[in-house]
């Protein structure tokens, strides 16, 4: 089993909240195609969370959670506005207030606010939500990369389902050196050297992570931004014969579902406009896209068959540059661990009962085979 939930990070507070996602930042929940008619339920970083989408189009976000016995809103009703509870009816509009009690006349309940919700930006195919804790609860402004809302980019999402915690994918895609192995035989990392030494350096909002000496011919960087939501970017050079536009750029984003398991939503991105666009969009459709999930499967494989405790029994030589940065992007972020430590002070006094409730309850990952080299046509 792929899981961080043991008894060394029961005991450790920070650890048991950065397993479950760090708050304050908006993460991508759901692609929109996923959001129609019906509410739908979903875990995100531990929430319960109803999502609806009303006549304009506009989807809300509630807490998964009626008011009156605690039954899921996702099972109930989409009046637009609100949803109503399927048990005895209550509704509840989009801010969390409760709107009509029909089984009771002027019921009190009616008009009291007693439903989190949570801030809710779509953007390119994908709903966003802001998962501020009692201190941030306005959220802060979404800039995502120009990639996802620029002109000169056509992009692709492609969301898959991770049997394991959201740290593991994080490590995964701030890992260019296994592009050079674990995809080795894929149609895009074949080339370069299969050993390099590394170097961090700073950006304006974040940090680039990269071989020395090696760029463009394989997995050879990785960049992650912090600009209201975590973000990674990564570039894969391609030969002329898969289109136009240069490097096949990705947007990635690990999102966490509890602590065992997670999404990840990659953008598969290319600088093309015009007719390059509509060639681009074609071929990536009918020839690339089974290729870049055959590429995906192989990362998911290899991360769900992880030791359990992973990250706590690791061998990083100093000697193995490669290593020195990668692992652990998400422990070292210092924003993100100023927020893990006053989390865990707040955490501690009121919620270690629900923490321990939790994790006993976690479902088993499973592994069934080994995936093929080829695996065209895979999809979610
Ligand atoms: S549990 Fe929702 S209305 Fe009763
Ligand atoms: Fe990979």
Not at 66 to 78: E, I
Not at 206 to 231: A, I, P, S
Not at 240 to 267: H, R, T
């Amino acid at each position: 089993m792929t899981s961080p939930a043991t008894s060394q990070h029961a005991a450790d507070p920070i650890q048991s909240y950065l397993d479950r996602g760090l708050r304050n930042y908006w993460y991508p929940v759901a692609p929109s195609w996923q959001v129609g008619d019906a509410p739908v339920g979903i875990t995100r970083l531990g929430d319960q969370i109803v999502l609806w989408r009303d006549k304009e189009g506009k989807v809300h976000a509630l807490e998964d959670r009626c008011p009156h016995r605690g039954a899921r809103l996702s099972l109930g009703w989409n009046l637009g506005g609100s949803v109503a509870c399927w048990y005895h009816g209550i509704e509840i509009n989009g801010g969390g207030t409760v709107t009509k009690v029909p089984a009771v006349s002027a019921c009190p309940l009616e008009g009291q606010k007693c439903v989190k919700s949570y801030p809710v930006e779509e953007h390119a195919g994908a709903i966003f939500l802001w998962f501020g804790d009692d201190a941030h609860k306005e959220p802060a402004p979404l800039r995502l990369p120009e990639e996802l809302v620029g002109d000169e980019y056509a992009s692709f999402l492609c969301m898959s389902n991770w049997k394991c915690n959201y740290q593991y994918a994080i490590d995964n895609v701030m890992d260019p050196m296994h592009g050079a192995y674990l995809h080795a035989t894929s149609h895009s990392m074949a080339e370069g050297d299969k050993q390099a030494d590394m170097r961090v350096r700073k950006t304006e909002t974040g940090l680039m992570f990269e071989k020395v000496g090696q760029r463009d011919v394989n997995f050879d960087w990785v960049e992650l931004g912090e600009t209201g939501c975590l973000w990674m970017r990564l570039a894969i050079p391609y030969k002329k014969k898969f289109g136009p536009g240069g490097n096949f750029g990705i947007i990635g984003f690990a999102v966490p579902v509890d602590e065992n398991n997670c999404q990840v939503y990659f953008w598969r991105t290319r600088k093309v406009q015009g007719w390059q666009r509509d060639a681009w969009r074609f071929m990536y459709r009918n020839r690339l896209e089974g290729l870049h999930w055959a590429v995906l499967e192989q990362d998911r494989y290899v991360l769900e068959s992880m030791a359990p405790n992973a990250r706590e029994h690791e061998f990083l030589s100093a000697r193995r540059r490669h290593d020195a940065s990668a692992p652990h992007v998400a422990s070292a972020c210092a924003t993100g661990l100023r927020r893990a430590r006053s989390a865990s002070r707040r955490s501690r006094a009121v919620g270690s009962n629900r923490l321990r409730a939790n994790r006993s309850s976690r479902p088993q990952p499973c592994i069934t085979t080994r995936p093929r080299r080829s695996m065209a046509g895979v999809s979610s």
